[in-house]
């Protein structure tokens, strides 16, 4: 099934500096001011390759990437290895640790099911990546999957291989970063042989993901392939860690010029229960509650102190309006959301969601409650997250959910490990 294997790792040398001045976010969460804040720090930090501005960006990506290996600021490793890589974070008032290892996988289509996806992508970003690939040949950062594992074999392998102390360890005040180099080829062997019967759940990539394969592609339609293109960098986790957290992303509504907050909880009132609540304080708290029972629920928010709760009567209502999709897919709360709310009710239809018309998107609860009462959105919708197990059974399925349905946390830092698609093991 899928096909792992090492790589020698292009990274940072010590003439580049401390490595946490180096690494840095996922470009797609990073403002200008803290693009200009990392590169003050270092100039040599690996943004300037994933996050590159200019008059030609990308060309500017490619011609620094090839100074720095020139001057040595980056250079390969000697031998093919496996990247453990654990985070430590807190995440709903608890300590936490999330632990895994970055590899190379062959690129497989969507239509094999080796490698899953779970939700749709915007062509845009994939338009960005791909030009920045071509422009450089290399991964700059690790694509996000999981793995089924019911005796964690694997996990206790890279614990025992982690036991020691960290090729890096650093903090960037929320996270902190570890990272071992295993090298030994018996090691890397047993654990690419765990992966011969199982399948890869893309939880965090999938733009890029799909960028590889269009750019493995061009290289055998253009007669340019060397064959590194066939695989692509990915960190991966046992989707049964316990360290492992999805938090939800909540919908903001805007510029509907018909919106009328009365009109539209009456309507919902045919398919949920419509309960006024005072504060808005109590939101999560209430949410979470219904999650643990398994309720499907959201929070309403359009101004002022209170905010609405709105519980679906009977999960048989999404049986009748996506009677072709499957049931993993229909008890998924952003279906719900989107089929029964944003879609019958506001009008708002799924070329709409994914240009981003009337609906954004933001993670933070605060965020989404400022942003009605500034007048910026017209309402919220306050979700609970998506389970783990709900996206593997969705992928599963041959199913992608909407976009923006998961967001795990924390994300994979860019910068400790790279990989040169042209290059030779």
């Known amino acids: 099934m899928a096909e792992i294997k090492p790589f020698r790792a292009l990274r940072y040398t010590a003439k580049a500096g401390e490595i946490a001045a180096l690494t840095c976010p996922p470009y797609d969460i990073i403002s200008e001011e803290e693009r200009l804040a990392f590169l003050s720090e270092n100039p040599h930090n690996v943004i300037r390759l994933e996050l590159p501005k200019g008059e030609d960006p990308y060309a500017e990506a490619g011609e620094t990437l090839k100074s720095w290996l020139a001057d040595g600021i980056l250079r390969r490793d000697t031998d093919p290895g496996l990247y453990i890589y654990e985070e430590e974070f807190e995440a709903y008032g608890v300590r936490r640790k999330v632990k895994g290892f970055i590899c190379l996988v062959r690129l497989e289509e969507f239509s094999k099911g080796i490698i899953l996806p779970h939700e749709e992508t915007l062509s845009k970003a994939k338009e960005d990546r791909f030009r920045l690939m071509e422009a450089t040949g290399c991964n ?37 970063h570890r990272m071992w180099i295993v090298n030994d080829p018996e090691v890397i062997k047993a654990i690419g042989a765990d992966f011969e019967n199982r399948k890869l759940y893309i939880a965090d990539g999938h733009h890029r993901y799909e960028t590889a ?21 990915m960190m991966l986790v046992d989707m049964e860690h316990d360290g492992l957290v999805v938090f939800p992303t909540h919908r903001l509504v805007r510029g509907l010029t018909d919106f009328n907050a009365e009109k539209l909880l009456a309507a919902c009132a045919e398919k949920f229960e419509v309960t006024a609540e005072q504060d808005t304080g109590t939101i999560e708290a209430k949410l979470s509650d219904l999650y643990r029972q398994g309720k499907k629920a959201f929070a309403f928010y359009c101004g002022g102190e209170g905010w609405t709760l709105l519980t679906l009567k009977d999960a048989a209502a999404m049986d009748e309006i996506l009677p072709n999709q499957s049931e993993a897919y229909r008890n998924l709360d952003v279906s719900v959301l989107h089929s029964l709310i944003l879609e019958k009710y506001l009008g708002i239809d799924k070329e709409n969601m994914a240009r981003q018309v009337n609906l954004t998107y933001t993670r933070s609860f605060g965020e989404a409650v400022a942003s009605v009462k500034n007048g910026e959105s017209q309402c919220a919708f306050i979700l609970n997250p998506t389970r783990v197990t709900e996206i593997r059974d969705v992928a599963a399925a041959g199913e992608k959910m909407p976009q923006k349905s998961t967001y795990f946390y924390p994300k994979l830092i860019t910068g400790l490990v790279m990989n040169q698609l042209g290059g030779k093991e």
């Open 213 to 233: 394969l269009n750019y493995r592609n061009r290289c055998r339609e253009q007669g340019t392939a060397t064959g590194g293109e066939d695989y692509v960098m």
């Open 140 to 176: 700059f950062s690790q694509i996000y999957s999981l793995y089924m594992d019911e005796a964690h074999t694997t996990g206790a392998r890279l614990d025992a291989l982690s036991s020691g102390k960290p090729r890096y360890e650093f903090s960037d005040g929320a996270v902190t």
